[in-house]
């Protein structure tokens, strides 16, 4: 695997894991429609700003878009939706460490839908990287009535992240469509979708905006979402997905170690093991090919 492709990868789950940790504070603040909607608007601006300065804008045909459009609303939109659900009813740990087990889903969605084979060490790697994460869900379980809704929020996330990441976002790249292009796609699919459930959902989840949450979006939004994603889609362009997807585990690596300096939380010791565990199922990867 090209070192450039892993650097990519494993600075996009840096820039993911300041989006995935900003969300506790966000939820407090802000209602999770409303935040949601407002942080793919804003990756969109981004994005369009972006692309339209590096010149990298481009329309490949409406077979990539398509691609990039479903990859945005399952992702941006269910996934986003799913996630912050998870984050109000469970803790910030069991909420990342559930939805993290992205790179299973996404490795074996590349094997059956893009035809991608099966290695050893990506298999190892997927199995090291879910194993460390079972481990950071040990940590002190939330004794919240609805935390075990939370924690199958965070597990229809993780499906959802791993399988849009990998296929979609794959298939939109082989098509011919640019980074650039399929992020603008992407968040604009997100901000959309969310606009088409904003009026079926918000009878059950009121409306409410404080000033600490546009911070929070803002962060989210710029840091996490439109860095992180620049960056996944340039990695994803140089290395097969099935290779790629189980880096996009370590992004839980990052969102413990942003936890203890934004939310101050502790690490236990089954937190330390699950960490080894992460490191070591991205050396694997690392080292495949």
Request: charged share 10%; net charge positive.
């Amino acid at each position: 695997m090209p070192t450039l492709a892993i650097l990519l990868a494993l600075s996009a789950a840096a820039a993911w894991a300041i989006g995935m940790t900003s969300a506790k504070p966000g939820v407090r603040y802000m209602d999770v429609l409303t935040y949601t909607l407002a942080r793919w608007s804003l990756v969109s601006v981004f994005a369009f700003g972006y692309g339209a300065l590096t010149g990298h804008l481009s329309f490949p045909g409406w077979t990539a878009v398509g691609w990039a459009a479903l990859a945005g609303v399952v992702d941006s939109a269910f996934g986003g939706v799913f996630y912050l659900l998870a984050m109000e009813r469970t803790s910030a740990y069991q909420t990342t460490t559930l939805s993290s087990t992205a790179p299973l889903w996404g490795v074996f969605s590349a094997v059956l839908l893009l035809g991608e084979p099966l290695l050893w060490q990506t298999f190892a790697s997927a199995a090291l990287v879910i194993a460390g994460a079972a481990l950071l869900a040990r940590k002190s379980p939330d004794s919240h009535q609805r935390a075990g809704l939370g924690a199958l929020y965070a597990v229809i996330t993780g499906v959802l992240w791993g399988v849009s990441e990998t296929v979609p976002a794959k298939l939109a790249l082989n098509s011919g469509m640019t980074p650039e292009t399929l992020l603008l796609v992407f968040a604009l699919s997100g901000a959309v979708g969310m606009s088409v459930l904003l009026p079926l959902l918000r009878p059950r989840i009121p409306r409410r905006i404080e000033r600490r949450g546009i911070f929070f979006v803002a962060l989210s939004s710029i840091a996490g979402a439109f860095l992180g994603w620049l960056l996944w889609l340039h990695a994803l362009n140089l290395a097969p997905a099935s290779l790629i997807s189980p880096l996009r585990g370590s992004t839980l690596l990052f969102a413990f170690l942003y936890s203890l300096l934004l939310l101050r939380e502790r690490p236990s010791r089954s937190a330390l093991a699950g960490i080894g565990l992460i490191f070591l199922g991205v050396l694997v990867v690392s080292l495949a090919g």
